[in-house]
Structure formats: C-alpha cells, structure tokens
C-alpha cells in the first residue's frame, strides 16, 4: 500500500504526516506528476485559500493527473481545502474553479450571528453509519473542524456526514472510492486517527 | 452543535515549562512535550504554547518542541511569543503548529496580521491582546506582560485585527491575569461582542465557576487557563463535567478515549 500525500506547500501537511506516522501508515509526498507513479491512495490535505491551491497545483502540474485520478475512481481523501476543491467552483476569491469532480459550489458562512470561521470541536451526524470510512466511530463523534467556508453539493447522494453550525452542512462526502471530509482527522485526535485508518485500510 | 473549547497553556522558556507543572505520573514534569502528551490524554480540546524565551538563539529549542509535540499529540496547536514576521509563522507552522499567535509584532506593524492570512489563511493567525482597564472606563492594550501602555484601545484593536486577517482573538487581562479572581467579564463580553471571531478569555480563573463565567457572561467561545491545571487542582475532565452540569456544550472527555 503506497499512500501519497499531496505537498502544494500548505501549512499542515507534517500534521497528517504524523497522525498517517501514528497508524503505522507511512505516505510518500507528492510534489509532482512523475511522484504518483506506483501510488495506491492519495490524501489531499489543505488549509489555506481555494485560489492559492488551485494555482500552486496547475504550477506543479498536478491539476490534470489529478482530474484524472477522480475520473478513474482511485482512493482519494481530501481533507478541508481537498475537499473544497473537488467541486466546481467556490465563492472565494471571486469564484475560483475547481477541479469539477462533484457538481456543486463552494460558499461562505453567513456572518450576521454567526462566529466565523467555525473553529472547534463539533458533532457529526452520520448519514450512512455503515459507510467504512465511519467503522469504529460513536453515533455521534465529536471532531475539529477550522474554516470559513463549506460546499454544498447538488446531489445529496455523495453526503456521508452533516454538521450543524447555524445551519446544516455536508460535512463529509463520498462517491465510489472518493471520500472527503471538511474537518481535520488529522486533528481530531483518537477518533480522527481511526478515521485516517479506515481510509487507509479500506 | 460546536462546543466551547477548554485550552491549557503552557509557558516555555529553553525548551522548559515554566515554574513546572504537578503532574505525578510525569517523568518529567517540565518537558513541555510531556505536558502537552498529558493534557491530550484528559481530552484538552487544544494547546497553546507561549515562548517567553528572550533570546533568538533559544527559538531554535521552541522549534524542535513544536516538532516533537506535533509528532506525539493529534489536536490543534497554537504557538506564540516572539513571532514577528510571515517567516517565522512559516517556521512553527511547518514543525507542527496549526496556528501562530502575535502580539507585539503586530502592535508594531500591523500588515502582519494580513501578510500571515494572505499567506496561510485566516484560520492560522491568532492577535493575541493584553489588555488592562484605564480610568475612562475601556481597556487600552499594553505590551511586554503589562508594563508598556500603547494607545490602543482594546475593542478597536480587536475589530481592526479581525478587519485585517486575524481568525481568532486570544484577549487576556492584565488586571486579571495571575489573581485567580475569574476572568474580566466585562471585557471579554465587549471585545466578544465586538468582532465575528471567535474569542478566547485568558487571564485570572482559580476556580471552575469562573470558566462557566467567562462562556456564559464573558460569551467567550473557549477559555484558557495555566495554573489550575498545570498543579493539579483540576483535570480538563473535571472542568468539562463542571460545564456540562451548568449546560454549557463541551466535548465530553471521554470521547477521546473510546476508540
């Protein structure tokens, strides 16, 4: 099982590093096209600006491999930003476009009562509890969530998870073998940890 | 529903805990990196690590700590004191932190709070605010631990930081702060009030009802607290079922611990 992780040079790839380092899952980064070559799952982690991303991936030339690994259904786990970024576009950044893998936009929270970003510990409310990426969690697992903005997916299908933060949201999708959640694992402690294993495991 | 998160903070200086901390079953008590593996463990809902390390040449040691704290513990680091440039968050970003927080660096030139954002979004950037109570009724911030006055009034310089990139406010009180007389409502409460970010009372608990206090009448979105912890005289568990019972919303502890 070779598990790469994406290196567009945001913030806290070392986390997901070591949480992978934790469940005895070693990955490999990926800084261009050439380093997929022999790789099984991919993991997109990302914080930061949806513009940013997007660009820092075209300039590394991973933009298209990318749209072609979603194409052909290969494991794939986005994390926050590398959830974002699967969906057409997003409001950030005067609408930047995405990598259009699901049909649907990226949007802000709305400010007028609500603290934004949605910073913290929150519950999920998982929409298929039979879904692996899930085995092993609580009815209701607490975990971190830090962003301003969420997408809203067209087909409700994909959702695999909600939250509730002033509104409800979809925080986690899947489709075939891409999955993606708009909080941290990586940060979420034991219960995160066993969410990055699932992944890796399924 | 998003709960209120409880931060210990832990001061370092060369790579130490300050003043230690009363863990028993701690073969170290004062390896920072120990402590922080701790409070995981009694289901902190984060850490913040304050250098108070005066010399550039010990920032090396903050470094190799936030490297190893991030390799052990999985949740979300903040790391402040002595930041003043987009380099040095970059620096404590990369060994692990999730988020960097500023205080003087930003007194002195503001533009760091959205040079940081820009570069690695709102989320990372913390203002940290001293801020202690003037004669005309408002706060004015101070620097270097509350002995320098700037002419900063406190609730402005809140909205102006979140106005240029900040994603969270770390507010502590200097009037408060060591007395363990509760957490300055009041100000808590106003800058709260004041700004779309999330807030996090600092300065003066001594016991559990002033972290009840400062969520409810402060409506601060997480509090942080040192010596209550550090010595033992409550665990984050303990302080998670206080909240609970007054009907406060807090990841129960033990969800750490179930799988």
């Given amino acids: 099982m070779n598990i790469g992780l994406i290196d567009y040079g945001a913030g806290n790839l070392h986390s997901v590093e070591n949480a992978l380092s934790e469940i005895g899952a070693p990955c490999r980064c990926i800084r261009e096209p050439g380093e997929l070559e022999g790789i099984d799952r991919l993991i997109l982690p990302g914080v930061g600006a949806f513009g940013d991303c997007v660009s820092q991936l075209k300039t590394q030339r991973l933009w298209e491999p990318l749209r072609r690994w979603l194409a052909e259904d290969r494991p794939y786990l986005g994390i926050c930003l590398g959830y974002q970024i699967l969906f057409e576009h997003s409001e950030e950044f005067d609408g930047a476009e995405g990598l259009g893998a699901l049909s649907g936009k990226v949007v802000r929270f709305p400010t007028s009562d609500l603290k934004v970003p949605h910073m913290g510990w929150n519950t999920l409310s998982l929409v298929n509890p039979s879904d692996p990426l899930w085995a092993g969690l609580p009815e209701n697992p607490y975990v971190y969530f830090v962003h301003s903005y969420f997408p809203q997916p067209d087909e409700a299908s994909v959702v695999s998870a909600h939250c509730d933060y002033g509104l409800r949201f979809a925080a986690a999708i899947r489709r075939g073998q891409t999955v993606a959640t708009q909080f941290h694992p990586e940060k979420s402690q034991a219960l995160g940890l066993q969410i990055l294993a699932n992944f890796v495991r399924e | ?259």
Wanted: glycine fraction near 10%; aromatic fraction near 4%.
């Fill in chain 2, 1 to 259: 529903m998003l709960t209120k998160r409880i931060i210990p903070c832990l001061d370092v200086t060369d790579g130490r805990v300050v003043k230690g901390t009363q863990f028993v079953d701690l073969r170290d008590a004062g390896d920072p990196v120990e402590c922080a593996m701790e409070y995981e463990r009694q289901g902190a809902d984060e850490l913040v690590f304050l250098d108070i390390t005066a010399s550039s040449d010990a920032r090396r040691t903050m470094v190799d700590v936030v490297e190893e704290t991030a390799r052990q513990c999985h949740m979300p680091l903040t790391v402040g004191g002595g930041i003043r440039t987009v380099d040095d968050m970059r620096t404590m970003l990369l060994a692990g932190a999730d988020k960097v927080s500023v205080n003087t660096a930003a007194i002195n030139r503001p533009e760091v709070i959205a040079e940081g954002a820009r570069a690695f979004g709102v989320q990372c950037i913390v203002l940290a605010i001293d801020a202690k109570r003037n004669d005309s009724g408002s706060w004015t911030v101070y620097t270097h631990g509350g002995r320098n006055p700037t002419d900063l009034d406190a609730i402005e310089w809140a909205k102006r930081g979140e106005a240029l990139g900040a994603g969270e406010i770390l507010l502590t009180s200097m009037d408060a702060d060591g007395t363990k007389d509760g957490y300055d409502l009041e100000l808590t409460r106003t800058v709260s009030e004041a700004v779309n970010i999330p807030v996090i009372a600092s300065g003066g608990v001594g016991t559990l009802q002033h972290l009840a206090d400062g969520l409810t009448q402060g409506k601060a979105d997480a509090v942080l607290a040192a010596s209550i912890f550090h010595f033992g005289e409550y665990t984050i568990a303990e302080s998670k079922a206080f909240l609970h019972d007054q009907g406060i919303a807090v990841r129960p502890a033990q969800a750490v611990a179930t799988c």
